[in-house]
């Protein structure tokens, strides 16, 4: 996760139709956001979290997704490739 104010611009949808602007984007973020944009699935906010909670980006249909801090890496790849060993875990 990034600092608090470590951010890059990026253009993303305004709430009206067809509208487009620069927006600061935490960078850690942006490249994922600027991708989700570019295929049609558009954002409202973001932020990722800051290493204090969970980061999320706000889908304009009502979506979320969470963005999830890297130490987890290795528990959700466990949980996708071996999902019976991740449920004796818990």
Same mark, same amino acid.
């Given at each position: 996760?990034?600092?608090r104010g470590d951010t890059v =611009?990026? *253009?993303?949808p /305004? #709430?009206e139709?067809n509208h487009? @602007?620069?927006?600061d984007? !935490? =960078? *850690?973020i942006?490249p994922?956001? $600027? #991708?989700? $944009?570019k295929s !049609?699935?558009?954002t409202a906010? *973001? *932020?990722? &979290? @800051? &290493?204090?909670?969970? &980061? @999320?980006i706000w889908? =304009? !249909?009502?979506r ?5 801090p !890297?130490? %987890? +890496?290795?528990?959700i %790849?466990?949980?996708?490739t /071996?999902?019976?060993a #991740? +449920?004796? +875990?818990r």
């Open positions: 996760m990034c600092d =611009r990026v *253009c993303v /305004k #709430a139709a487009w @602007h620069f927006q984007i !935490d =960078r *850690c942006a994922l956001v $600027n #991708a989700l $944009n !049609d699935i558009y906010s *973001c *932020c990722c &979290g @800051h &290493g204090e909670e969970l &980061g @999320h889908l =304009r !249909d009502g979320a997704l969470i963005v999830l !890297d130490a %987890t +890496k290795d528990m %790849t466990e949980m996708v /071996k999902p019976d #991740a +449920k004796e +875990k």
